[in-house]
């Protein structure tokens, strides 16, 4: 899966509801991934591992990729 990272391809993650009220732990995917607030997107390389973090959060998340 690295020659996806190398091709360019990419996912924009935004975080769509707050993390008040989830477990430690998915607050702590959320800070691997960069989000911090509500709202906030970040950009990130389209990799097992990303998606593995976006998988575990996916009802907090949406997804576009690029």
Known sequence: MVKNA???KS??????RSPIGT???HRLVLQG????KP???VVR????????LVGKVSY???VKGQ
Request: proline letters at 7%; hydrophobic letters at 35%; zero cysteines.
């Open 6 to 8: 190398a091709a360019g």
């Open 11 to 16: 996912l924009s993650i935004t975080l769509k």
């Open 39 to 41: 709202h906030q997107t």
């Open 45 to 52: 390389p389209d990799t097992p591992q990303v998606r593995g």
């Open 33 to 36: 991934l960069g989000l911090r």
């Open 23 to 25: 477990s430690y732990r």
């Open 60 to 62: 907090l998340l949406e």
